[in-house]
């Protein structure tokens, strides 16, 4: 992080975004030009999707482990169980509190029942609940983060995670749209008696298209085909004619696979530029499937800046494995949000108890303003959401 990043950082956190005076003219060169009555209007023709600036959480689903197995990972990997130590409401709640991005962690679970009677709860002579069971022995894919061992989740499977991100988004049709990324979990068993989660091969990612289009019509959704357009690639796309304007994303949800390579490759396939499928990938600035990126680290911030300017969706973190929250270190969320990603996500909408200095959040209670990077005159801070 450079000083100048941390000083427009310090700024833009200090903002709380203000009404906007003058008379209501939508060909104005600027928001600030727009009057009260149309500021809506005037962001909804002149902006993007790319040109928010929100902050969403991490882990979303994740419920706090159990103290039993929490005191085991203290003993055996104390520097696992300082990472893990954090949790989260349940989704609907998240979003009626301004979090426009969201993150699910999947399991693959064709046949149900594989993550039904987690080890870490027999090795601590618990057993899960009935309604537990029940839930993670139907077919089909399921939210948690490590298999065993840190697997509360406000919503078990899949498929009622999007029921109630979808029932909130026709519940607020006006919302910012909310990106959706998701970890796709492949990983060999954790302790004794654990279980191996199944691998991610295209199966399971045509699973995870499946599921989606279940709960959400294909016009409740931002597609790479639709992004793409008539362009050869989504990258040409992207550059050159830009994302949707923010009117017609309004009340929409887009995912995005955060994977590696090998991931990738298996949901692509043979496609060129993901044609067909209802997911972005997160995948290098060359790709001609290239629209969406993660990039998570501070180190990263010269190339977030470059891709935000150049049309690509940039989903940054302001903090992790809880180490910000626990020094009260803003540093890193200053830089986040100042950076041009125009999704932020953190641990820390709200303060945890245990350490209430910290917490990451738009000024003036806003849920999503005009991104500092891509709008740095006409609008840069304003509320596009309040």
């Known amino acids: ?7 427009t950082a310090a700024g833009l956190y200090a903002l709380v975004a203000a009404s906007m005076a003058g008379a209501c003219d939508l060909h104005a060169a600027d928001a600030g030009k727009a009057g009260p009555g149309c500021a809506q209007a005037w962001m909804d023709r002149n902006l993007r999707l790319n040109d928010i600036l929100t902050v969403g959480t991490h882990n979303s689903y994740k419920q706090a482990i159990p103290p039993p197995i929490m005191g085991l990972l203290r ?28 993150e699910l962690d999947l399991a693959y679970d064709p046949q149900g029942g594989r993550f039904a009677h987690p080890a870490g709860l027999k090795l601590t002579s618990q057993a899960p609940d009935d309604a537990y069971v029940a839930a993670m022995s139907r077919p089909g894919l399921k939210v948690l983060h490590v298999q065993d061992v840190d697997f509360g989740t406000s919503c078990l499977a899949f498929v009622d995670c999007l029921r109630i991100i979808r ?21 060999k068993a954790h302790m004794p008696g654990g279980v191996d989660e199944l691998p991610f091969d295209t199966s399971a990612y045509d699973a995870v298209d499946a599921e989606i289009a279940s709960v959400f019509p294909k016009a409740a959704l931002i597609t790479p ?3 793409r357009g008539r362009y050869p690639t989504l990258r040409e796309a992207v550059l050159r004619r830009g994302w949707p304007t923010l009117g017609a994303a309004r009340g929409k949800v ?4 955060d994977e590696e390579p090998p991931h990738i490759a298996a949901y692509r396939g043979a496609r060129h530029s993901l044609e067909g499928r209802l997911m972005f990938v997160n995948t290098d600035e060359a790709s001609p499937a290239s629209a969406y990126i993660t990039l998570n680290e501070t180190s990263d911030l010269p190339r977030i800046a470059a891709d935000v300017k150049a049309g690509l969706l940039v989903r940054t973190r302001a903090d992790a494995d809880t180490v910000e929250a626990r020094a009260n270190d803003t540093r ?8 041009g990603a125009q999704y932020v996500s953190t641990d820390y909408r709200h303060p945890d108890p245990r350490w209430p200095a910290y917490e990451a959040r738009l000024p003036g209670g806003a849920v999503a303003v005009c991104n500092p990077v891509r709008q740095p005159e006409r609008c840069a801070g304003l509320a596009i959401e309040p």
């Open 1 to 7: 992080m450079t000083p100048a990043g941390a000083s």
């Open 75 to 102: 003993a055996a990997a104390p520097k696992s169980a300082f990472g893990l130590d954090y949790h989260h409401g349940p989704l609907a709640d998240q979003l009626d509190d301004g979090a426009r991005a969201l």
């Open 167 to 187: 029932a909130w988004s026709l519940a607020h049709p006006r919302h910012t749209p909310i990106l959706i990324t998701m970890n796709t979990n492949d990983e």
């Open 225 to 227: 085909d639709q992004v």
């Open 254 to 257: 887009l995912f995005a696979v």
């Open 332 to 339: 890193r969320r200053d830089a986040a949000l100042a950076s």
